[in-house]
Structure formats: C-alpha cells, structure tokens
C-alpha cells in the first residue's frame, strides 16, 4: 500500500522561506506525476506545483516565481521550495500522486504578518 508523507511545515514570518518533502513509502512513484495542492482556512483546496516523471513542472499563477517544486526519484521524495512566503500562502498543503489518486495527510504552513 503506498503511502505518502509531508514534512516541513511550520511557523515562518512573511518573507521567509521553507521546504516541504513528500516520501513515499510502499512504492516508488518514479513513473508518476506528483503534485502538491493547499487547502487554506475557509477555503477550498486549490493547486500548486506538479512535476512530471520527466521533470517538468508546472505552477499556480500565485506562486510562479515563488515556489519550486523538485524530486529526487531516488528517495521516492518531491520537495517544494517556498521562498518569499506570504501570509496568504497559510494552508495545509497536500502531496497527490495523480496515476494512483493518493493523498498525503498534509503538513501546516503558517506565514505570519
């Protein structure tokens, strides 16, 4: 059964920056695009950043520029790069492995003012 695992969330002031990881454990998911998607508070769940099996990637208007997603498929690990954080950037972010539809439990980022 493949699981997924965010990490790195955490308080940081406006202008800060951190990573988050996604491991995946009971398979490899070298073969999947894997993307991260935020659930702010009172609002929907919303995309971020994805990247594909070859590497390619693709980002939210509101974080292009901001954010970098990576993976390192030898780790079965995706990061995501958040520098310049905002306060609107608050959310539990989510990790999703799109071939086999798997969500991670979330992490919380918090970006005080």
């Known amino acids: 059964q493949v699981q997924l695992v965010e990490s790195g969330g955490g308080l940081v002031q406006a202008g800060g920056s951190l990573r988050l990881s996604c491991a995946a454990s009971?398979?490899?998911?070298?073969?999947?695009?894997i993307g991260w998607h935020r659930q702010g508070p009172g609002k929907q769940r919303e995309f971020v950043a994805l990247v594909t099996s070859r590497g390619n990637s693709n980002y939210a208007d509101s974080v292009k520029g901001r954010f970098t997603i990576s993976r390192d498929n030898a780790k079965n690990t995706v990061y995501l790069q958040m520098n310049s954080l905002k306060p609107d950037d608050t959310a539990v972010y989510y990790c999703l492995s799109y071939g086999i539809n798997v969500w991670g439990q979330g992490t919380l980022v918090t970006v005080s003012s």
């Open positions: 009971g398979s490899t998911f070298s073969g999947n695009t």
